[in-house]
């Protein structure tokens, strides 16, 4: 390409047949010429542009590949070049194609490798640096391997050569951890030894004491990281250090990275405790053993209010295994309780999950000021599935908030009701309150009425049926239907707003057919409008798969009408495959299979289909289980795609389910020394998910795991 004119030909390509992330590429001529003008502001809209349309959120298209000839001629050109390199290597590094062959958009930057490759000696520093980031994710190993090893020998720049030695050891793991063997010495510049720890780490070497040492006299390491690395473990690099040991699986790495986060909690700078913090929490949510292993750690690390703060969502999610700091996070948590203090209410809200009973006065003197905490007092959960501990005291302020409903917004009445609901019949000296607040927010006081009455004296009782029956009459209330009927069992105003909300439809239907299935035969006057509700919902978008399935389920406990319930969710497995984002439609459609046993055996076919796929294997396993043939069934294989499920954490409560379902007859001696590492292994197996709640599913999933290798003939350590 003529560098004088790296757009010649632009205009020839079929740019209007392609495609990106915002759907024809015809826009991508004029931000090309826009990146080569004259206007910066012009160039730095069409680069940011560019990023958004053929490198969008890390996909490449089919206009992606078609755009890479031009850009890197732009680059080689010299306009705007180590932005465009930093596109072309992003480019270059994506694996997540739409539209476009495996692998062709990566092709396209290695074929233009002699344009690119010389930019590595470039007077720019920043270029260079860029340059070693962009050709390395190529790929071309024969091609720019080379060029980086002779640039390595020849880079002054620290951070450029740093990226030259990060290049190598992607190319080539073996020889970049040879090569940064050598720069560990405390001379050499300190981002260098940052690549070169990451070398040796990403090769599988042992760490070495130079290893550890360098990597602590690099504290705080943060400012060393490379900016061209989104990786959120290259953004923490004492953190992805750290997970990286623990990923090893061996003890004695495990104890080298709770080291190297102990040297970090308990160093002088504030800056280091910091980057301790982050990889301790890190460790946590990876490793079973690192709470108890670090909390003495971190409570050493909460030397003044800002480090409390900001270990504080931590501590919470650790609970009670976090017991030994409740005494740094309780003078926080109690101060200024008449005002608003975000500070306090960060630990407050700790503390509730951490010492339960300790946090209750607290968070009584501070109620309607603490918004964190209340909320985590309402959807506390202990291990044992226990609510927040009952505390007159909380009560009494419970009691004063909800006698104003008019003061209360947003999210206070739903957790103050879920607290009094936890409490059951101990919080009945709230029944007057609640039954006032009952016409202001049926939804939330309602449930709130149901549990707190059930076992309350006759008068109480009769009270709350009052007001109930009254609010479902005057609102039409659903709500206060269901909580009519499960107090008293009166059924009649319940099936009304029943049929009310199935023939209004929309959002109402799924809730309407959860709580019509659960009245079984006793709601066949509503079969007619779930009948016509189903007629009415169509497309495959996610909720409209959700409600089908919701109906459908409601239909057969009602009706036992297995013909139609069949045809509906066999058509939510056909709607499913058009929806790729739909994968968890159809573990709700397997799970409804469940319920129809035999009568759900003409779709096994689409359940075997849903074996490969981890997300859906294991509600696959559990439907099968239930409706397939047993002398069909090979057991062992359905046993082997749960167990996937669960190691790969993408439904392990669900392939808990379906082992359960299988029997330990199912298992293999291999899978049994499997479900040993899910039970008693160090590596947490729950890893992503709702990152307050990951944890305490882990550990859920651990005392699940145990129970089912208590069945096994010959349960064996993993």
């Known amino acids: ?56 959120q890390g996909t490449v298209y089919a206009a992606s590949a078609e755009a890479v000839p031009f850009l890197a001629g732009i680059a080689a050109a ?3 070049t180590a ?96 090569a940064a063997a050598a720069v560990l010495d405390p001379s050499q510049p300190a981002e260098v030894r940052m690549a070169a720890v990451f070398a040796c780490l990403d090769a599988g070497a042992p760490w070495t004491e130079p290893m550890h040492t360098t990597m602590l006299s690099l504290l705080p390491a943060d400012p060393l990281r490379s900016d061209l690395d989104l990786d959120l473990e290259r ?21 080298v990275a709770f080291a190297l986060v102990d040297a970090a909690l308990h160093d002088a700078r504030a800056e280091v405790r910091a980057e301790g913090l982050w990889a301790a929490d890190r ?27 900001a270990m504080s969502s931590l501590l919470g999610r650790l609970g009670s295994v976090a017991a030994p700091a409740a005494d740094i996070l309780a003078p926080l948590a109690g101060r200024n309780p008449d005002h608003d203090d ?39 959960r202990s291990p044992e599935g226990s609510a927040f501990p009952y505390s007159g005291e909380l009560l009494d302020a419970v009691r004063d908030r909800l006698a104003r409903p008019e003061a209360l917004s947003g999210n206070e009445p739903r957790q103050l009701t879920n607290l009094l609901a936890g409490w059951g019949a101990e919080a009945a ?66 099936l009304h707003c029943l049929e009310q909300d199935l023939r209004r439809g929309a959002g109402q239907l799924r809730e309407a057919a959860r709580m019509a299935g659960a009245l079984g035969p006793r709601a066949a006057a509503l079969a007619p409008a779930l009948r016509e509700a189903l007629s009415g919902t169509d497309g495959d978008s996610t909720p409209a798969l959700d409600t089908d399935t919701a109906l459908a389920e409601a239909l057969w406990r009602v009706t036992g009408d297995a013909d139609a319930v069949v045809a509906v969710l066999d058509s939510v497995f056909a709607r499913a495959e058009q929806n790729p984002w739909s994968r968890w439609s159809v573990v709700r459609a397997a799970r409804a299979t469940v319920l129809l046993g035999p009568a759900g055996r003409p779709l096994v076919a689409r359940l ?94 651990r005392n699940r795991a145990r129970v089912l290798l208590t069945a096994c003939p010959d349960p064996a350590a993993p």
Not at 240 to 254: K, M
Not at 292 to 309: H, K, P, T
């Open 342 to 380: 975000a500070p306090a209410d960060r630990a407050l809200a700790a503390l509730v999950l951490v010492a339960p009973a300790r946090s209750a006065p607290l968070l009584a003197a501070g109620l309607g000021r603490r918004p964190r905490a209340l909320d985590a007092a309402s959807g506390f």
């Open 235 to 255: 953004g923490e690099p004492l953190a992805a250090v750290v997970e990286a040991l623990l990923g090893r699986g061996s003890r004695t790495e495990r104890k």
């Open 83 to 178: 932005d465009v390199l930093a596109l072309l290597g992003g480019m270059a590094e994506s694996e997540d194609e739409d539209g476009v062959a495996p692998g062709a958009v990566r092709a396209a930057v290695a074929d233009r490798l002699p344009l690119l490759l010389p930019l590595l000696a470039s007077p720019e520093p920043e270029v260079r640096r860029t340059a070693a980031w962009a050709v390395s994710h190529t790929r071309a190993t024969a091609i720019a391997l080379p060029a980086l090893r002779a640039r390595w020998d020849e880079e002054p720049e620290p951070s450029a050569r740093a990226e030259v030695l990060a290049g190598i050891a992607r190319l080539d793991p073996q020889g970049g951890a040879a």
């Open 1 to 56: 390409m003529d560098l004088v004119h790296p757009l010649d030909g632009l205009d020839a390509r079929p740019w209007s047949s392609l495609s990106h992330a915002y759907g024809s590429a015809e826009d991508v001529p004029d931000l090309l010429r826009a990146l080569t003008g004259a206007d910066g502001d012009a160039a730095d809209e069409a680069l940011s542009e560019l990023y958004g349309s053929v490198l969008h």
């Open 283 to 309: 460790a946590c949510m990876l490793s079973r053993s690192a709470p108890r292993r670090l909390v003495w750690n971190l409570r050493a690390a909460a030397v003044d209010e800002e480090s409390v703060v």
């Open 429 to 494: 000296p709230a029944l007057p309150e609640l039954c006032a607040a009952l016409p202001h927010f049926p939804g939330q006081a309602a449930p709130a009425i149901a549990s707190v009455a059930a076992d309350c004296a006759p008068t109480d009782r009769a009270r709350a049926v009052t007001s109930l029956r009254a609010v479902a009459a005057e609102q039409g209330s659903l709500p206060a239907a269901k909580a009519l009927h499960d107090l008293d069992g009166e059924i009649a105003p319940l």
């Open 608 to 701: 075997k289909a849903a074996l490969d796929d981890p997300a859906q294997a294991a509600a696959a396993v559990l439907a099968l289980a239930a409706v397939g043939e047993p002398a069909s069934l090979d057991r062992t294989a359905l046993a082997e795609a749960a167990l996937r499920s669960a190691e790969s954490d993408a439904d392990p409560e669900g392939a808990c389910d379906a082992l359960e379902a299988l029997g330990p007859d199912a298992l293999t001696g291999d899978h049994a020394r499997r479900l040993a590492a899910l039970a008693d292994g160090d590596a947490r197996v729950v890893r992503s998910g709702v990152e307050d709640r990951v944890i305490r599913q882990d550990e859920a999933l």
């Open 78 to 80: 010299g306009h705007r």
